[in-house]
């Protein structure tokens, strides 16, 4: 595109200057001929320069039709959530219709009979004495008797009293002392000759644990000024078998918390534990912890960091306790982290778990470190947790059973100590309640890679639990099924040669009816499938067994 430069004048404008350029050398000369000729110049009159009179213009503006067509608009804004604080509103409504507050009951009753030849006691009561102190009572009762196999029997009763009271100061304390007595009898013998038919008296087979319990505890039961928590409490017992073996155990427990701005805090605990078993001979063993931990609280994200360090016979232990998490979805939250502890395979803890061991053996701690990560969340109604881990577990706890006569005609464990290398699977799933009807489960899974030891002796790898819940008229009819599920138990056989016990399948089913208000009936039937289990080797479950009977609450 050709552009004209616009300082260039065009050739008729410069003919036009030239005339005008004439004209002013022209009159310039006149003048200057005409002022020397004459020098006297008369004004006869002023000149007064007028402006014509403007023509006024008269503007009416119209504005433009409007547009009456529907136009099409599209909005699109960015949602965010914002943390606003306000006073909430004080609403009064004029009516509204509530659903029917389900009755509190203070205490329960619950008493039934059974085969084979089995009695079951519950009573739970916990009220209030005045607006200070609640007082409470606990007691619980259930044996049985296979008469159809020798000695085949157990009975476990325990009561306990419990007391909270809360002072005007804003504290709180609580208190505690019970008694539990637990009989089983040995009812897998070593037998040299076991072609004759020996019977063994029950009260020479009998092997009782009594064990008598008391705690106490202090905390604040109030939000303190400074948002500072305490605590401190203790716990001892005294443990026993008819076997001359005893211990006695005593943990002090001190805690202090600080919250930051309610989304997060320091906490600080100290735990002494204490055990003193004797048997033929004295054992002392240990526990001191420290355990310093601090909690971040986010929208989306949350990070606890800390550590347990421990010390038992002069040795250090240094375990981590960290966690985090983070939400990525709604219903899907990523978690990994690390913890450890000390666990005291002491005669309370073994014969809880094993009660057919032998009393007399070497009571030691088992140190445990254990590295997880996994994913949970929330899906409709279900809650899942699933997560995958390795644990390193040193002076694990195994169980063999002694083939000798060492112990005379009872069959009994003997507690080994291994170091383990245990990768974890596990899984966890219920639901709330939809209909009245409710169902869960949990999966757990362990490979054991054992330093010395063949096989991971008495110790499960696999098991499962699930349940089927249905609550209905009006809360007064709730029926239940049960699955248990384990593998196979790895054990020496006669042989000395590594071998599994049966597995466990066990379904059960249940149902509790209230014909009114305070009275109704229960009735159980365990493990449908007759399933004669061996959880420790001679030693197999009751199989097929049901019990039924009166429940109160009131």
């Given at each position: 595109?050709?552009?004209?430069?616009?300082?260039?004048?065009?050739?008729?404008?410069?003919?036009?200057?030239k005339?005008?350029?004439?004209?002013?050398?022209?009159?310039?000369?006149?003048?200057q001929?005409?002022?020397?000729?004459?020098?006297?110049i008369?004004?006869?009159?002023?000149?007064?320069?007028?402006?014509?009179?403007?023509?006024?213009?008269?503007?009416?503006?119209?504005?433009?039709?409007?547009?009456?067509?529907?136009?099409?608009?599209?909005?699109?804004?960015?949602?965010?959530?914002?943390?606003?604080e306000?006073?909430?509103?004080?609403?009064?409504?004029?009516?509204?219709?509530?659903?029917?507050?389900?009755?509190?009951?203070?205490?329960?009753a619950?008493?039934?009979?059974?085969?084979?030849?089995?009695?079951?006691?519950?009573?739970?009561?916990?009220?209030?004495?005045?607006?200070?102190?609640?007082?409470?009572?606990?007691v619980?009762?259930?044996?049985?008797?296979?008469?159809?196999?020798?000695?085949q029997?157990?009975r476990?009763?325990?009561?306990?009293?419990?007391?909270?009271?809360?002072?005007?100061?804003?504290?709180?304390?609580?208190?505690?002392?019970?008694?539990?007595?637990?009989?089983?009898?040995?009812?897998?013998?070593?037998?040299?000759?076991?072609?004759?038919?020996?019977?063994?008296?029950?009260?020479?087979?009998l092997?009782?644990?009594?064990?008598?319990?008391?705690?106490?505890?202090i905390?604040?039961?109030?939000?303190?000024?400074?948002?500072?928590?305490?605590?401190?409490?203790?716990?001892?017992y005294?443990?026993?078998?008819?076997?001359?073996?005893?211990?006695?155990?005593?943990k002090?427990?001190?805690?202090?918390?600080k919250?930051?701005?309610?989304?997060?805090?320091?906490?600080?605990?100290?735990e002494?534990?204490?055990t003193?078993?004797?048997?033929?001979?004295?054992?002392?063993?240990?526990?001191?912890?420290?355990?310093?931990?601090?909690?971040?609280?986010?929208?989306?994200?949350?990070?606890?960091?800390?550590?347990?360090?421990?010390?038992?016979?002069?040795?250090?232990?240094p375990?981590?306790?960290?966690?985090?998490?983070?939400?990525?979805?709604?219903?899907?939250?990523?978690?990994?982290?690390?913890?450890?502890?000390?666990?005291?395979n002491?005669?309370?803890?073994?014969?809880a778990?094993?009660?057919?061991i032998?009393?007399?053996?070497?009571?030691?701690?088992?140190?445990?470190?254990?590295?997880?990560?996994?994913?949970?969340?929330?899906?409709?109604?279900?809650?899942?947790?699933?997560?995958?881990?390795?644990?390193?577990?040193?002076?694990l706890a195994?169980?063999?059973?002694?083939p000798?006569?060492?112990?005379?005609?009872?069959?009994?464990?003997?507690?080994?100590?291994?170091?383990?290398?245990?990768?974890?699977?596990?899984?966890?799933?219920?639901?709330?309640?939809?209909?009245?009807?409710?169902?869960?489960?949990?999966?757990?899974?362990?490979?054991?890679?054992?330093?010395?030891?063949?096989?991971?002796?008495?110790?499960?790898?696999?098991?499962?639990?699930?349940f089927?819940?249905?609550t209905?008229?009006d809360?007064n009819?709730?029926?239940k099924?049960?699955?248990?599920?384990?593998?196979?138990i790895?054990?020496?056989?006669?042989?000395?040669?590594a071998?599994?016990?049966?597995?466990?399948?066990?379904?059960?089913?249940g149902?509790?009816?209230?014909?009114s208000?305070?009275?109704?009936?229960?009735?159980?039937?365990?493990?449908?499938?007759?399933?004669?289990?061996?959880?420790?080797?001679?030693?197999?479950n009751?199989?097929?067994?049901?019990?039924?009977?009166?429940?109160?609450?009131?």
């Amino acid at each position: 595109m050709e552009v004209n430069n616009p300082i260039r004048p065009n050739s008729k404008t410069m003919k036009n200057l030239k005339y005008i350029y004439l004209c002013l050398v022209f009159g310039m000369y006149t003048f200057q001929a005409t002022g020397q000729v004459n020098e006297d110049i008369t004004v006869k009159t002023k000149f007064e320069a007028k402006l014509k009179d403007a023509q006024k213009l008269e503007l009416q503006p119209r504005f433009p039709d409007p547009d009456t067509s529907n136009m099409a608009m599209s909005y699109e804004v960015a949602s965010k959530l914002l943390n606003q604080e306000y006073d909430p509103p004080s609403i009064r409504p004029i009516a509204y219709k509530m659903d029917k507050l389900q009755k509190e009951y203070k205490g329960m009753a619950k008493l039934g009979a059974g085969t084979p030849s089995a009695v079951l006691g519950q009573l739970q009561y916990r009220g209030a004495v005045n607006r200070n102190f609640i007082a409470g009572i606990e007691v619980d009762h259930l044996n049985g008797n296979n008469k159809k196999l020798d000695n085949q029997s157990f009975r476990e009763t325990a009561g306990e009293l419990q007391g909270t009271y809360y002072a005007k100061q804003g504290f709180q304390a609580d208190a505690s002392v019970g008694v539990d007595s637990r009989d089983y009898y040995y009812y897998a013998y070593n037998f040299i000759d076991t072609t004759q038919d020996l019977t063994v008296d029950k009260q020479d087979a009998l092997q009782r644990y009594t064990k008598f319990d008391l705690g106490a505890s202090i905390k604040n039961a109030e939000r303190t000024v400074l948002d500072f928590n305490y605590g401190m409490g203790f716990d001892f017992y005294r443990l026993t078998d008819n076997y001359s073996s005893s211990e006695v155990g005593f943990k002090l427990n001190l805690k202090a918390q600080k919250w930051f701005k309610e989304k997060s805090y320091f906490n600080v605990d100290l735990e002494t534990d204490l055990t003193r078993f004797e048997d033929t001979t004295i054992q002392n063993l240990h526990n001191f912890f420290i355990k310093p931990a601090f909690l971040f609280q986010g929208a989306v994200f949350n990070a606890k960091v800390g550590a347990s360090l421990g010390v038992s016979e002069d040795v250090f232990f240094p375990f981590p306790d960290v966690t985090v998490s983070y939400e990525i979805l709604d219903f899907l939250t990523v978690f990994a982290g690390a913890d450890g502890t000390l666990y005291k395979n002491n005669l309370n803890n073994t014969s809880a778990y094993n009660p057919f061991i032998n009393t007399t053996f070497n009571i030691q701690n088992t140190s445990i470190y254990n590295f997880y990560a996994g994913v949970k969340g929330s899906v409709g109604v279900v809650n899942y947790d699933a997560q995958v881990g390795v644990k390193q577990a040193n002076d694990l706890a195994l169980f063999l059973d002694n083939p000798d006569l060492e112990n005379g005609f009872r069959r009994t464990f003997e507690v080994l100590y291994d170091t383990a290398t245990i990768f974890n699977i596990n899984g966890t799933i219920n639901t709330k309640e939809i209909n009245g009807i409710s169902f869960g489960g949990t999966v757990d899974l362990n490979t054991y890679s054992l330093a010395q030891a063949e096989k991971p002796w008495h110790l499960p790898t696999f098991s499962l639990n699930g349940f089927v819940t249905y609550t209905g008229l009006d809360n007064n009819l709730q029926v239940k099924a049960d699955l248990f599920m384990e593998n196979g138990i790895p054990y020496l056989n006669e042989l000395g040669e590594a071998d599994n016990l049966n597995a466990l399948f066990d379904l059960s089913v249940g149902a509790d009816y209230f014909f009114s208000d305070n009275i109704g009936v229960f009735l159980q039937l365990n493990n449908l499938a007759n399933n004669k289990r061996i959880r420790w080797n001679g030693y197999e479950n009751f199989g097929f067994n049901v019990i039924g009977g009166i429940n109160a609450r009131f």
